[in-house]
C-alpha cells in the first residue's frame, strides 16, 4: 500500500510540474508580444511606459525563458523578492504571483476565494450524491415503474437545462418573485460559517440546488444504467437463487459493486468543480475561485489568471490522488496489480 501510494504521489508531481510549464508557456510565451506590453498585463493600461518599464525589469522579462520560468516555479516553493531596495515587494511561499493592480499576492486572494468556493461544492455534492445515486438505484430496482419514468423525465430536464437558465429562475423567484417564495427579499449574499453558521447554510441553499440539479440528473442517469447492467450479473442471479431478500440482494450485492465508480466520478467531478464554479458564483455574486478568475479575466490581470490556473490544476491532480486512494481502499485487486 505504501509503495503504490508513493507511486501515485510521484506521478501527481509530475503532473503538476508539467501543468506548470503549460500554464507558463500558454500566458508568458504564446502572446508575441514585447516585454513592456507584457507588464501591461501586470500593471494595467493605464500604467504609463515608464512604470512598465519597471515592472518589466522587476519581473525579469528581458531575461531567458527557462530563468523566467524557473524563478517563477521557485517562487511557488520559496517565496519571490520582486524588485529590490525600497521599492521591493515580497511574495511570500507558496508565491503564485502578485498583482500590481490590487497591491495583493495571488495566494493571498486564493486562500480568501477558496472557503467560498468550498462551501458551493461540497453542500452541492451531499444533495447530488444523496439524491443522485438513491434515485438511480431506486429507478432500476423499480424499473418500469411510475417512479422510473419520473426520474428518467426529470433527469432529462436537470441535464436539457444549463445552469445559467435554473439559476436565474431561482434568484427572480427567492428575491422578486411571489410573495409565497419571497424568502430572500434582502439578496443572496454569502456569510462566512465563521460569522454565522445558519446564514451561511440558509444563503448557500439556492446555490446548491442550483449546481446539484443539473449533476444529479446525470448520476441518476448513469446509477441507474450501471445497477441495471450490475443486476444482470450472475452473482446477483446467484444470490436471488439462495433466497435473499430484494433489499440485501440489491443495496449489500448491486450497489456495492457500483460504489467504486461512484468514488471516481465523485472525487473528479468534486476537484473540477473546486477549480472554479465560474457560472454559479457569477450569477450569485459569490466571491470564490471561478468569480476570482473570471474578474481578472475581464480586467487582464495576467497573475491573477496564472495563480487560478495553477491552483485548479492542483485541485484536479489531488483529488485524481485521493480518488486512487478511496479506490485501493475499496478495491484490492488495484493497489496488488490484480
Known amino acids: 500500500?505504501?509503495?503504490?501510494?508513493?507511486?501515485?504521489?510521484l506521478g501527481a508531481l509530475g503532473v503538476l510540474l508539467v501543468a506548470s510549464v503549460v500554464t507558463f508557456s500558454?500566458?508568458?510565451?504564446?502572446p508575441r508580444v514585447t516585454k513592456v506590453d507584457m507588464a501591461f498585463y501586470y500593471t494595467g493600461r493605464n500604467t504609463?511606459?515608464?512604470?512598465?518599464?519597471?515592472v518589466s525589469e522587476r519581473f525579469g522579462f528581458d531575461k531567458p525563458v527557462w530563468e523566467q520560468y524557473w524563478t517563477w516555479l521557485s517562487g511557488i516553493v520559496t517565496g519571490r523578492d520582486l524588485g529590490d531596495g525600497v521599492s521591493a515587494v515580497h511574495c511570500a511561499a507558496p508565491c503564485?504571483?502578485?498583482?500590481?493592480?490590487?497591491?495583493?499576492?495571488?495566494?493571498e486572494m486564493l486562500v480568501q476565494a477558496f472557503p467560498v468556493t468550498l462551501s458551493i461544492v461540497i453542500g452541492a455534492a451531499?444533495?447530488?450524491?444523496?439524491g443522485g445515486v438513491a434515485a438511480g438505484v431506486i429507478a432500476a430496482a423499480r424499473r418500469g415503474s411510475w417512479f422510473d419514468r419520473g426520474s428518467t423525465v426529470i433527469s432529462l430536464l436537470g441535464v436539457s437545462i444549463p445552469e445559467f437558465f435554473s439559476g436565474m429562475l431561482l434568484i427572480y423567484a427567492l428575491t422578486a418573485g411571489p410573495s409565497?417564495?419571497?424568502?430572500?427579499?434582502?439578496?443572496?449574499?454569502?456569510v462566512p460559517f465563521t460569522q454565522d453558521p445558519v446564514r451561511w447554510a440558509v444563503n448557500l441553499l439556492p446555490v446548491w440546488f442550483c449546481l446539484a440539479f443539473l449533476i444529479t440528473a446525470v448520476y441518476t442517469r448513469w446509477t441507474r444504467a450501471a445497477m441495471?447492467?450490475?443486476?444482470?450479473e450472475d452473482f446477483i442471479t446467484t444470490a436471488k437463487a439462495k433466497g435473499l431478500r430484494r433489499r440485501t440482494v440489491v443495496g449489500k450485492h448491486g450497489l456495492r459493486a457500483v460504489i467504486p465508480t461512484v468514488v471516481t466520478l465523485a472525487g473528479l467531478d468534486l476537484g473540477a468543480l473546486l477549480g472554479g464554479v465560474i457560472i454559479v458564483e457569477y450569477l450569485f455574486s459569490f466571491p470564490g475561485l471561478g468569480r476570482l478568475a473570471y474578474?481578472?479575466?475581464?480586467t487582464k490581470d495576467l497573475p491573477v489568471i496564472m495563480g487560478t490556473t495553477l491552483f485548479a490544476a492542483f485541485l484536479i491532480v489531488v483529488a485524481n490522488v485521493v480518488v486512487d486512494a478511496c479506490y485501493a481502499i475499496l478495491d484490492p485487486r488495484v493497489r496488488h496489480g490484480g
Open 1 to 9: 500500500m505504501i509503495r503504490y501510494a508513493a507511486n501515485r504521489v
Open 26 to 30: 500558454i500566458f508568458q510565451l504564446l
Open 48 to 54: 504609463s511606459p515608464a512604470q512598465a518599464a519597471a
Open 96 to 107: 503564485l504571483g502578485y498583482s500590481f493592480r490590487q497591491n495583493r499576492s495571488v495566494t
Open 126 to 130: 451531499v444533495l447530488w450524491l444523496a
Open 180 to 190: 409565497w417564495l419571497r424568502w430572500y427579499s434582502g439578496g443572496i449574499t454569502y
Open 228 to 232: 441495471l447492467e450490475t443486476m444482470s
Open 295 to 298: 474578474d481578472g479575466i475581464s
